[in-house]
């Protein structure tokens, strides 16, 4: 694993085909076969979804920082919506997980 502490995450942000409504404070790739952009507190389970269905897509994201979500309480129980994205502007963000649903 290789870790960058990266003080202005702009560039990195417009390379991986982050959009800013999508934008949050953290920016990882996951290799997992193939490159994700991890965009923002993503919860373990999407991680998780995202690794075992290795769908077609650029990446996954939490925008904001939502109350709740890991790193950010971790409350199991918050509900927000972890986005898929493709890195065009042409395809809008979909839903891809929903974190705290039952």
Request: aromatic share 6%.
């Amino acid at each position: 694993m290789k870790i960058h502490d990266i003080e202005d995450l702009s560039a990195i942000k417009k390379q991986a085909g982050v959009s800013a409504e999508l934008e949050a404070c953290h920016t990882a790739v996951l290799d997992a076969g193939r490159k994700y952009v991890v965009e923002g507190h993503v919860p373990l389970e999407a991680l998780a979804k995202l690794v075992s269905t290795a769908p077609d897509i650029r990446g996954i994201a939490t925008p904001g920082m939502p109350a709740g979500s890991l790193g950010m309480g971790d409350d199991p129980n918050a509900r927000y919506d972890v986005l898929a994205f493709f890195g065009t502007a042409a395809e809008s963000p979909a839903v891809f997980y929903e974190a705290g649903k039952p």
